[in-house]
């Protein structure tokens, strides 16, 4: 099947690599567009992994831009100018539509309005969100989208805000006036912290006395609550938050489906 590459997002290139990892069989191919130089780390991700590993590509370019000798001379990929590369991108494929997400250009009417435009039927998967599925929503479930522009007064509890996408709370946030920039910060910053209890804190495994393990329910509501509060910056952290992401939108998938 031939995928293809699309957007100007950034996520970590280890996440990257390893969604395309998971994702590309034996066979497979990949378009993208060459970006020009400097190159963004999300793009150098998916050009090193294709190098690499010699996967079928196709790179798009357009009139003016120079390609650099190491795709040019690749055996197994071809180079190709075009006048439109997100317009070729998305006529030439037969696979999935593997989305580098950037809230800037995927406001109403943006990349991912036109990508359901152009291939009403495609699956496209969030390539900076460990692969997590982008669909139209069709129900009253809650959407990972940003907060509507006329929702501005509407004010959110913190399990709802606790809920929904980062980039929304982050905007949400802002319209409130927070100074932080994360999604936990945020909700910090608008409902204060709350200290941990005996009964919320998990219990640790001690050589030296039998302890029983907590219901395995509530120990993931603590892990994730202390997770969200306590946690440092690095490469765990960052794969932790992808996959909660990918997580919370097959739960969404699954409630959709209750309500139905």
Known sequence: MKHVVIGSGSAPATAITESLRDLLKSGDELSFRWTGSPVPESYEAVYGYVLDNEIPFTMLYVDGQKIPGA???????????VRDPEQSLLKNFDGKVLLLWDD???????????????????????????????????????????????DDDMSFSKDQLSGMAEAAVVRYGKRRGCEGSTKSGIIEELFGVEAPTEEDTPVVADDSKSVSAPNWDQEIINLINNFMQFHEPGFESDMAHLALGQARLWM????ARMED
């Open 71 to 81: 795709f040019r001379d690749s055996e197994s990929g071809v180079v190709q100018k």
């Open 104 to 150: 800037g250009e995927n406001e109403e009417g943006g990349l991912i309005d036109r990508i359901f435009d152009s291939c009403p039927d495609v699956e496209v998967l969030e390539l900076t969100n460990g692969l997590a599925p982008i669909v139209l929503e069709t129900t009253d479930a809650p959407a990972p989208s940003p907060v509507p522009e006329e």
């Open 252 to 255: 969404l998938k699954s409630l």
